[in-house]
């Protein structure tokens, strides 16, 4: 079972994947956690409604076929960020979120874009308009 703030298509099929049986937000009641992983025990797996329809949206768009990068609102938000000289610390506090949740979109741009740095993140945000 994965738990996790992020709710993008692409976080999903990341968790799937790597062989999560079941996607649930960080924010769920407890009594919904316990229910979802005796479902995993009885039927291998559990993704909640919108979880599922989010998924196969994507594999019905057109557009994972082709070269298309697709970036979350929150990895957008943080493109407008990383070229400036504030730390990661500082990014988290103005996007109302964790220091390690900005690690996360970080780690995820670098995955897509096929990056290395900040230093790449920052030309890249540059270069497509990713400006604050």
């Not at 768009?61 to 938000?77: A, D, G, P, Q, V």
């Not at 996360?104 to 995955?111: A, I, W």
């Amino acid at each position: 079972m994965a738990l996790s703030m992020q709710d993008d298509e692409q976080s999903l099929i990341k968790m799937i994947k790597s062989g999560a049986k079941g996607y649930m937000l960080k924010n769920a009641h407890p009594k919904e956690l316990e229910e979802a992983l005796q479902k995993i025990v009885k039927n291998g797996q559990y993704f909640q409604e919108w979880a599922t329809s989010k998924v196969l949206s994507t594999l019905n768009n057109k557009s994972i076929y082709t070269n298309e990068i697709k970036l979350s609102n929150r990895e957008m938000e943080f493109l407008k960020y990383s070229h400036t000289e504030m730390t990661y610390k500082e990014i988290a506090e103005k996007m109302f979120c964790s220091p390690r949740t900005v690690e996360n979109y970080r780690d995820s741009l670098f995955e897509k874009l096929e990056l290395k740095t900040r230093v790449g993140l920052a030309v890249y945000a540059i270069k497509n308009g990713y400006e604050e």
